[in-house]
């Protein structure tokens, strides 16, 4: 089991940045493909981006392409979001994930999730 915790919110204007970071604990983390999924109040989770066990492997939603940069340090046991380019639309609570396969983490279907982190983008 991997045990994850995310770090970095806040509030931001819109156009500015922020980088979440997610600190794997409980099990080797570089096993684990991993991912970053939003939910908006009155909305349904949805996928943000995913990256392979090795980094080698990232995907993006179409919504966040060009301006969110996933990777990860696996000597840190960290993964990381940067988020460029924040708009209010982006505002929602972040959940960093993580699944021995990185098909569920791509189907919004890890099994290892943290407990979220809040992002508010201002207009």
């Known amino acids: 089991q991997v045990q994850l915790v995310e770090s970095g919110g806040g509030l931001v204007q819109a156009g500015g940045s922020l980088r979440l970071s997610c600190a794997a604990s409980g099990s080797t983390f570089s096993s684990y493909a991993m991912g970053w999924f939003r939910q908006a109040p009155g909305k349904e989770r949805e996928f943000v981006t995913a990256?392979?066990?090795?980094?080698?492997?990232?995907y993006y939603a179409d919504t966040v392409k060009g301006r969110f940069t996933i990777s990860r340090d696996n000597a840190k046991n960290t993964g990381y979001l940067q988020m460029n380019s924040l708009k209010p639309e982006d505002t929602a609570v972040y959940y960093c994930?993580?699944?021995?396969?990185?098909?569920?983490?791509?189907?919004?279907?890890?099994?290892?999730w943290g407990p979220g982190t809040q992002v508010t983008v201002s207009s």
């Open positions: 990256i392979s066990w090795s980094g080698g492997s990232t």
């Open positions: 994930a993580a699944d021995s396969l990185s098909t569920r983490v791509r189907l919004n279907k890890p099994t290892y």
